[in-house]
């Protein structure tokens, strides 16, 4: 028999569970998105609960205390059942590993020029086909701050908005009289919280506030409208299409929060740039682009009006997933296509356009806890696949902690078994705010 000696690993890509009558079952991705159940034996789960991505199969055996050659069965078997579910884990040359990742990520942008090719309108999407707004951030386009929407401790016990608006007075942008835009408003929760923090600790300021929302999506306003309904009084509602809507008033603050990733993006042919693009306009930076790359082209008319209706002393916060240096990749979501930002290029647009730019993670910016412990984005998927099994109901997407969790399904997930938690600050947790990043701007 051939031994293999790779680490097989699981994590947090199956659990499993006894059901009302004692039975043991293991669920798991099987192929494509689909969640596969399969009744298990007390061996099997040994065996699965050992794949840790370190132990060699002599190493898994020798743990569980079963013949090297039952353990290539189980898994054997499992692989066959749950293939989405099993990695194998190869040690590889660092210099090697690091070649690979800078090949791929040439390989995500050249797919994403190809796939602009296919075309696509994000707008018309959110405008036409979005039919339920808990159901679309749940299911569709999780945010970081729909994953935080409720009071956290990796947040110091705040709900993402509290935490943005405790920024936000931190930074000095609250005042009295001020003129709120947010920019894409999901299901308002953010407004919500934010609203809720600015009324409780700067009555006199809320009073004469104003906090207009901006959304292209009907259905997501009547939940917006719904959930601001204790701040009507402050809040007013605007329909359009950030990318070509003209805005005749000034802002204190803007927000545009997880939503630039929606916007057009435009190709460049680097040996040819077209006279009207903004790589040309603004000199964007392409050493290492492709010889055609993208250009995160509407997220860069953002910043443009920003430039045009930000008050003096005013302050805009973009937040999205991207990299200061990395080129626009496709991110493929229910029937629309996002696209990763490129910050360094809106930084430069900024800079040019006399605004002062300055960008850091989204963990750094809002003091996120980066040791709180969270539900793994694997757990998160498997367990909310199967919550109506175990549960008996649908748990909402959220970044879970073991207590948060317990309080949501009660003493039913003591019998799930290998729901796995990791740090916020690591990449597996799930809607991970180190991979997306604050982009402030202000006047010099």
Same mark, same amino acid.
């Given at each position: 028999?051939?031994?293999?000696?790779?680490?097989?690993?699981?994590?947090?890509?199956?659990?499993?569970?006894?059901?009302?009558?004692?039975?043991?079952?293991?669920?798991?991705?099987?192929?494509?998105?689909?969640?596969?159940?399969?009744?298990?034996?007390?061996?099997?789960?040994?065996?699965?609960?050992?794949?840790?991505?370190?132990?060699?199969?002599?190493?898994?055996?020798?743990?569980?205390?079963?013949?090297?050659?039952?353990?290539? #069965?189980?898994?054997?078997?499992?692989? %066959?059942?749950?293939?989405?579910?099993?990695?194998?884990?190869?040690?590889?040359?660092?210099?090697?590993?690091?070649?690979?990742?800078?090949?791929?990520?040439?390989?995500?942008?050249?797919?994403?020029?190809?796939?602009?090719?296919?075309?696509?309108?994000?707008?018309?999407?959110? #405008?036409?086909?979005?039919? +339920?707004?808990?159901? $679309?951030?749940?299911?569709?386009?999780?945010?970081?701050?729909? %994953?935080?929407?409720? #009071?956290?401790?990796?947040?110091?016990?705040?709900?993402?908005?509290?935490?943005?608006?405790?920024?936000?007075?931190?930074?000095?942008?609250?005042?009295?009289?001020?003129?709120?835009?947010?920019?894409?408003?999901?299901?308002?929760?953010?407004?919500?919280?934010?609203?809720?923090?600015?009324?409780?600790?700067?009555?006199?300021?809320?009073?004469?506030?104003?906090?207009?929302?901006?959304?292209?999506?009907?259905?997501?306003?009547?939940?917006?409208?719904?959930?601001?309904?204790?701040?009507?009084?402050?809040?007013?509602?605007?329909?359009?299409?950030?990318?070509?809507?003209?805005?005749?008033? $000034?802002?204190?603050?803007?927000?545009?929060?997880?939503?630039?990733?929606?916007?057009?993006?435009?190709?460049?042919?680097? +040996?040819?740039?077209?006279?009207?693009?903004? %790589?040309?306009?603004?000199?964007?930076?392409?050493?290492?682009?492709?010889?055609?790359?993208?250009?995160?082209?509407?997220?860069?008319?953002?910043?443009? $009006?920003?430039?045009?209706?930000?008050?003096?002393?005013?302050?805009?916060?973009?937040?999205?997933?991207?990299?200061?240096?990395?080129?626009?990749?496709?991110?493929?979501?229910?029937?629309?296509?996002?696209?990763?930002?490129?910050?360094?290029?809106?930084?430069?647009?900024?800079?040019?356009?006399?605004?002062?730019?300055?960008?850091?993670?989204?963990?750094?910016?809002?003091?996120?806890?980066?040791?709180? $412990?969270?539900?793994?984005?694997?757990?998160? %998927?498997?367990?909310?696949?199967?919550?109506?099994?175990?549960?008996?109901?649908?748990?909402?997407?959220?970044?879970?902690?073991?207590?948060?969790?317990?309080?949501?399904?009660?003493?039913?997930?003591?019998?799930?078994?290998?729901?796995?938690?990791?740090?916020?600050?690591?990449?597996?947790?799930?809607?991970?705010?180190?991979?997306?990043?604050?982009?402030?701007?202000?006047?010099?």
């Amino acid at each position: 028999m051939c031994i293999r000696s790779e680490a097989p690993e699981v994590r947090g890509r199956a659990l499993w569970f006894r059901d009302d009558d004692g039975a043991l079952w293991v669920g798991g991705w099987a192929r494509g998105n689909d969640i596969a159940v399969h009744p298990a034996s007390a061996e099997d789960v040994a065996v699965l609960s050992a794949c840790d991505g370190v132990r060699a199969l002599t190493d898994v055996s020798r743990h569980v205390r079963i013949p090297i050659e039952e353990v290539t #069965r189980i898994i054997a078997h499992w692989e %066959a059942r749950i293939p989405g579910s099993l990695r194998w884990k190869v040690v590889v040359d660092e210099r090697l590993a690091a070649q690979t990742a800078v090949a791929l990520d040439m390989l995500h942008e050249s797919l994403a020029v190809d796939k602009l090719n296919v075309g696509h309108d994000n707008a018309d999407y959110h #405008r036409n086909r979005i039919r +339920d707004a808990d159901h $679309q951030f749940d299911e569709v386009e999780t945010t970081v701050s729909h %994953a935080y929407s409720v #009071r956290h401790p990796g947040l110091g016990g705040r709900a993402y908005g509290e935490a943005l608006f405790d920024k936000c007075r931190a930074l000095g942008a609250i005042r009295s009289g001020m003129q709120i835009l947010e920019v894409g408003c999901g299901t308002g929760r953010l407004a919500r919280s934010f609203l809720d923090a600015f009324a409780k600790r700067m009555p006199e300021a809320y009073a004469n506030a104003r906090y207009m929302m901006f959304d292209v999506a009907p259905v997501l306003a009547v939940s917006q409208r719904e959930l601001t309904a204790p701040h009507a009084e402050r809040v007013v509602f605007v329909s359009g299409n950030i990318e070509t809507h003209v805005f005749h008033e $000034q802002f204190d603050l803007v927000i545009a929060n997880e939503m630039i990733a929606d916007l057009s993006v435009d190709a460049v042919d680097k +040996d040819r740039p077209a006279s009207t693009s903004y %790589a040309r306009k603004y000199n964007l930076s392409s050493a290492r682009a492709l010889r055609i790359f993208l250009v995160n082209a509407g997220a860069i008319r953002f910043v443009e $009006q920003v430039a045009s209706i930000l008050h003096r002393d005013g302050l805009a916060i973009v937040v999205e997933y991207g990299s200061r240096d990395g080129f626009p990749v496709a991110v493929e979501l229910c029937e629309h296509t996002e696209y990763s930002i490129h910050f360094g290029h809106l930084e430069e647009a900024a800079a040019s356009l006399g605004l002062r730019p300055h960008c850091e993670s989204l963990e750094s910016f809002l003091e996120f806890d980066s040791g709180c $412990q969270v539900i793994a984005a694997d757990s998160s %998927a498997l367990l909310r696949g199967l919550s109506s099994r175990l549960f008996g109901t649908q748990i909402p997407k959220l970044a879970y902690t073991r207590k948060q969790l317990y309080a949501a399904v009660g003493r039913r997930i003591e019998g799930v078994q290998n729901v796995q938690f990791l740090p916020i600050g690591d990449c597996g947790s799930l809607m991970c705010p180190r991979e997306f990043l604050a982009l402030l701007l202000s006047r010099r």
